[in-house]
């Protein structure tokens, strides 16, 4: 499985980006997956996870609640990041994951970038 992470860019503080995280093939077996970040110089963290052991409930990471969303499509095998109200602190590399079965699979990092 491949996952194609895209939507990063440059963004003003207080706009708005959508990710895309693309797999190439059904995500109806995914047990679990969601949206990591990593900032230059930190190590990478998480933003939002979905699992079903929780019921497909997704966790957000505090300093994100309220202004990202996760969400899937399932007919286009595709999982999206809303993100809102976007900071300076948002500035990262977002990468999706997905896990299948008991593999993990890692998208390529997207930019996201916000700065005035």
């Known amino acids: 499985v491949q996952l194609q992470a895209s939507g990063g860019g440059s963004v003003q503080p207080g706009g708005s980006l959508r990710l895309s995280c693309a797999a190439s093939?059904?995500?109806?077996?995914?047990?679990?997956g969601g949206w990591y970040r990593q900032a230059p110089g930190k190590q990478r963290e998480l933003v939002a996870r979905f699992s079903s052991a929780t019921g497909g409930i997704t966790d957000y990471a505090d300093s994100v609640k309220g202004r990202f969303t996760l969400s899937r499509d399932y007919a286009k095998n595709t999982m999206y990041l809303q993100m809102n109200n976007l900071k300076p602190d948002d500035t990262a590399v977002y990468y999706c994951?997905?896990?299948?079965?008991?593999?993990?699979?890692w998208g390529q990092g997207t930019q996201v970038t916000v700065s005035s």
């Open positions: 093939a059904s995500i109806f077996w995914v047990s679990a």
């Open positions: 994951n997905a896990d299948i079965s008991t593999i993990t699979y």
